[in-house]
């Protein structure tokens, strides 16, 4: 086949390859921020066999999912036969070497494998087909169509088409064709090509070409997760889903003048760097994102995009030191082109060069704001994502830029600040009125039962919102049925610093954590109960790096097990026809879809449905990620407008009884009743879980 053309071939496609992968490597390691992952190897490792091996999250999209698991299979049967073909080049037919000794088709083993390449070989094609079609025809929004992708399809099905030309050749010069029963579809190829040398040369030099081809495209676009994934998922993070890590001393940060939050590429992790590279541009998580789906700004796919772009035009700036301006000793950095208005994930039209330097903060030079702040921090995007990418923390770390170094920050949100630094609560009510919620239920104070059981964490929402005061209400008075030993905290109880830490306040954020984790350790409390999903989340994942470690549970999860254990029966009919929504930081960020649903289904009369969009799909109601207290972006339609939307369709048009959305979350609660009266369904009810639980109960 030509020792001396195999010899060139692979020389300059692998020193092509090995260059551009040290550019790569090189660029990732200006990321600066230090991160360790190499801890608890053997979930390290599961994941990448489930993850990767096991492509787990790709079937979550049918058509697409299963269309790339017969691709990736297919790759990693033929990768063997891409080898063989390159030690064929140095081997004439008939050599021991030239099937490994171990792989002709009169072979067990190689039998075996031949019906393997003939089969994969016909399974990727048409996993290629549903690629294009889906690109070309249906055209799918979170979709792009780029020539990349089209040329990387082309050469894909090039190779397998080669291949399978070769294959039929093969199967008449040297394996006595025209029909070989492990070959089916090379034998049925072969009856086209006859005893063609022609086709026999161009199909083994085209395979073994394009797939070196294919090597060095790797690096410069999506297929570049070929090679990160791997590596990505090995690094995955394995803490809480809901779990921010904290910003390590702060005040030292200040006193030096370091950067806080992210300003430039170089104040991300090299896992973030690697999160870049790793992104398919499948548009996962922009088509499950709310902030996408009701016309908002923000894109995930695109703002990663973004991000990556913007290190590969700065590449030689970020890789350099810098000198004394715009420039930097790795000589003169590329001009940033054009961008259309509009794309999501970056400043519209053509940002000045100046403004977009390597050294030059990505906010607002590369990116628009409105884009980081359309995020809920829902974690749609992550629970979609094939590959496991981050996204909230890469954005939470952008707004510390702008909220603790930049001061750009919506006036609503500096409000809020303000708010919680004065009252220790977003709404600015004097912090003693926190107990008023409980006049006449005769709750004690953890000041006056310091042994009790149970700390009722009851948060800002329940304590000051009169809406959502019914819910602390209701879930008192169920404690009190169940007998169960629970006190509060009162005015003692501060905001957890939840909505500071997502606008970007770490400041405020662990003032307010460690103001907090000193209370409850003077208390010396052990269990803690709330109602809040977002207070649950902090307490649980977010405290412990304060030194606060306790044993928290939702509420409903508390509900469900005085229900299993007898200590509450519901014996009052309730006949209600209710949708159950997925609270955001209950179920995706800690993983309790059950509990809620459990308690519904225990109580009498309740006729339970589930929206389409539910469980780990379920759609944010749009207060997440200090959404609840802001305007939100402008876009085609709000967030909560749209999940009400879902709700009320999964309830019967014929309504016999009174109907209600269910939620789990003070937060959830205010926004899907704003929903319902601005969408003109005020006829539905909006119930928590223990309103309803209470309902069954109350004489």
């Known amino acids: 086949m030509g020792p001396l053309p195999m010899t060139l071939l692979l020389l300059v496609a692998f020193a092509g390859f090995s260059y551009t992968a040290w550019r790569r490597w090189r660029l990732l390691r200006v990321a600066r921020r230090p991160e360790s992952r190499c801890d ?102 979170r979709l792009t169509l780029s020539s990349e992708g089209l040329l990387i399809l082309g050469i894909i099905f090039a190779m397998m088409a080669a291949d399978l030309v070769y294959e039929g050749v093969e199967i008449h010069r040297h394996l006595g064709g025209p029909f070989v029963a492990v070959m089916p579809f090379a034998s049925l190829v072969a009856y086209m090509v006859g005893d063609n040398a022609v086709l026999w040369h161009l199909g083994f030099w085209l395979h073994a070409g394009l797939v070196l081809l294919f090597l060095n495209l790797l690096p410069y676009g999506k297929h570049f997760h070929i090679l990160t994934v791997v590596p990505n998922i090995f690094a995955r993070q394995l803490g809480p889903r809901g779990r921010l890590a904290p910003v390590a001393d702060l005040e030292g940060r200040v006193e030096r003048e370091e950067t806080l939050g992210v300003k430039t590429l170089r104040d991300f992790s090299w896992k973030d760097m690697l999160d870049l590279y790793t992104c398919t541009e499948c548009g996962r998580c922009s088509d499950q994102c709310p902030a996408t789906r ?78 980081l702040w359309g995020c809920t921090t829902c974690g749609a995007c992550e629970e979609e994502c094939p590959v496991l990418i981050t996204y909230i923390d890469k954005i939470v770390g952008l707004r510390q830029n702008l909220a603790m170094e930049q001061g750009l920050v ?72 169940a007998d169960v030993d629970f006190a509060i905290l009162g005015p003692e109880e501060t905001c957890n610093g939840d909505p500071a830490r997502r606008a970007g306040n770490e400041f405020l954020f662990q003032m307010l954590a460690q103001q907090n984790v000193a209370t409850l350790q003077g208390y010396q409390v052990r269990k803690i109960v709330t109602t809040c999903p977002h207070c649950y989340n902090t307490l649980s994942h977010e405290y412990p790096d304060f030194g606060g470690k306790f044993e928290v549970v939702h509420h409903t999860e508390l509900l469900a097990e005085l229900l299993r254990s007898g200590r509450l029966k519901p014996v009052r009919p309730v006949p209600l026809e209710l949708v159950y929504h997925d609270a955001c930081y209950l179920g995706r960020h800690n993983g309790v879809y059950d509990a809620p649903r459990a308690v519904l289904a225990a109580i009498p009369g309740v006729a339970l449905h589930e929206p389409v969009a539910r469980r780990d799909r379920g759609m944010c109601c749009g207060a997440g990620g200090a959404q609840m207290w802001k305007e939100e972006e402008s876009g085609a339609q709000r967030v909560n407008h749209a999940r009400v939307e879902q709700l009320v369709t999964a309830l019967p048009q014929a309504r016999t009884v009174e109907q209600a959305v269910a939620s789990a979350c003070p937060f959830c609660k205010t926004m899907l009743t704003d929903g319902l009266a601005d969408t003109a369904r005020d006829n539905v009810r909006q119930l928590d879980v223990a309103e309803v639980l209470w309902e069954a109960l109350k004489e």
């Not at 590969?312 to 950095?333: H, I």
């Not at 400043?347 to 030079?365: C, K, N, Q, Y």
């Open 410 to 481: 919506p006036s609503q949100l500096q409000q809020m600040f303000q708010a919680l630094e004065n009252a220790g609560n977003p709404y600015s009510f004097p912090n003693d009125r926190r107990a008023e919620w409980a006049a006449g239920l005769n709750v004690p104070l953890r000041s006056e039962k310091p042994d009790a059981e149970y700390l009722y964490w009851v948060g800002c929402g329940p304590s000051f919102d009169d809406r959502s005061r019914r819910i602390a209400q209701a879930f008192a008075r169920l404690l009190q049925a």
């Open 294 to 371: 009701t016309g908002k700004l923000l894109s995930p796919k695109h703002l990663l995009i973004g991000l990556r772009d913007h290190a590969y035009l700065r590449e030689r700036a970020l890789v350099a030191p810098a000198t004394n301006g715009s420039t930097a000793a790795g000589g003169p950095d590329i001009e940033a082109p054009g961008r259309p208005h509009g794309v999501r994930g970056y400043t519209s039209g053509t940002a000045p060069a100046d403004a977009v330097r390597a050294h030059e903060a990505l906010v607002p030079a590369w990116i628009d704001p409105e884009v």
């Open 40 to 141: 608890r190897l053997g979930e390290r490792v599961g994941g990448v066999l489930r993850y990767v091996l096991g492509q787990y999250r790709m079937p979550r999209y049918a058509a697409a999912g299963w269309a790339h698991v017969l691709v990736f299979a297919g790759f990693v049967v033929l990768l063997l036969n891409s080898i063989l073909l390159w030690v064929r080049g140095f081997v004439p037919p008939g050599s021991p070497v030239y099937d490994l000794w171990i792989f002709g088709v009169d072979q067990p083993l190689g039998a075996a494998y031949a019906l393997l390449r003939d089969v994969f070989t016909v399974l990727v094609i048409l996993g290629v087909v549903v690629f294009v079609w889906n690109r070309v025809v249906l055209r799918l929004t």
